[in-house]
């Protein structure tokens, strides 16, 4: 790498970052002295510093939590486990545990959702009796709020509750508000995809008399793939976005749980804490989505280049056989090489 790319690659990865992140504590230090309150002798608005003190013990062990037999190895590992641990001593769950407890909900509503919004994205799109049928129903219902959706996901709950009692409502009721306010962006997304497939390439399938099933996974599913990632990333925001809103109406666990409580409690340093957490966390799901948006075309094709290959192997001698089966990653790549000069060639 030469000296100008390194110096570049620092800037714009660590220090014009570094430089946002400073801008803006300093923005937070301004707010802690603005709303500096001098009859209670403290500030209304914690200070990062004040923010540190009160949240640390919600995700750093104290030093009373190790004993003198630890070793190095356990205590990383004691160190590692105690945010996702619950501190019995004074009756609180580490902010770990909370978030874990969050996402677990957000993953099941969001599968919920992506299962049942990518079919009805492709007959949206792909169905103009379906389009008109139901499209402005999804419009009506899309904008409406998850504040609203949480009360209604309670009255399918209790029907639910009346065959299977040992379902636990609160959480029910979250991953239903989860799916019913993440499922939008999919649908639409999917659709917008299906619109957009060229019709050259329609005519190509008529031509060849593909069957629906190849239609879909050669055609449309290609083509709509760009689009469908797009939703699935917008609605992975939403799903984190709701289940926050959702856990301070529930009132029980989780980190929106968590942030209500400290709210009542009028303890906002670990109130603000979460809340950068929050966004943390979302930041991660959504360069998680980004990686696997990238790598979507390579994961697909993993199981037609093993498949070619093990064609390949088929119609080899036996004598080269063994020599071949030992090196199949390596024929795999060569069977989408020859493909690839074949198709350019073309």
């Known amino acids: 790498m030469k000296p100008f790319k390194i110096q570049k690659f620092i ?39 004040t923010t540190w003190e009160e949240s640390s013990k919600y995700w750093i062990a104290p030093p009373a939590t190790y004993s ?9 590992m004691h160190l590692a486990s105690y ?20 996402l677990k909900l957000v993953g099941m509503g969001y599968c919920v959702a992506i299962l049942a919004a990518i079919p ?60 019913m306010c993440s499922i939008w962006p999919t649908i639409l997304n999917t659709a917008v995809g299906v619109r957009a497939v060229p019709q050259d390439y329609l005519n190509v399938a008529k ?7 190849k239609l879909f996974s050669r055609i449309l599913l290609p083509a709509t793939l760009p689009y469908m990632f797009t939703g699935f990333r917008l609605s992975l925001g939403i799903a984190w976005l709701v289940i926050v809103a959702a856990e301070m109406l529930s009132g029980k666990n989780g ?30 799901l959504d360069r998680f989505m980004t990686v696997i948006e990238k790598n979507a075309t390579f994961l697909l094709s993993c199981p037609s280049i093993v498949f070619r290959a093990m064609q390949g192997l088929r119609l080899q001698p036996r004598s080269t056989r063994s020599i071949a089966s030992s090196s199949l990653g390596a024929h795999a790549v060569a069977v989408v090489l020859s493909q690839e000069n074949s198709d350019a060639t073309a």
């Open 68 to 76: 003198e037999e630890m070793g190095f190895g356990a205590r990383m």
């Open 83 to 102: 945010p996702f641990s619950r501190n019995e001593d004074e009756g609180f769950d580490g902010l770990g545990l909370e978030v874990w407890r969050s």
């Open 255 to 284: 980190i929106g749980a968590f942030v209500n409580i400290q709210y009542q409690s009028s303890t906002y340093g670990p109130m603000i804490a979460a809340v950068i957490l929050i966004g943390f966390v979302g930041f991660v």
């Open 120 to 179: 009805i994205g492709f007959l949206l799109g792909g169905s103009q009796g379906f389009a008109k049928m139901f499209d402005p129903i999804f419009q009506i219902l899309r904008p409406i709020s998850p504040l609203a959706w949480f009360p209604l996901a309670g009255l399918l709950v209790v029907a639910i509750r009346r065959y299977n009692e040992e379902v636990d409502a609160t959480q029910l009721q979250c991953v239903v508000t989860i799916a």
């Open 11 to 49: 800037a714009d990865n660590i220090f014009l970052p570094s430089v946002g992140v400073g801008i803006c504590l300093l923005f937070w230090c301004f707010l802690s002295w603005v709303t500096w309150d001098e009859a209670a002798g403290q500030s209304d608005f914690p200070s990062p510093m």
């Open 207 to 213: 031509v060849l008399r593909l069957s629906p099933l």
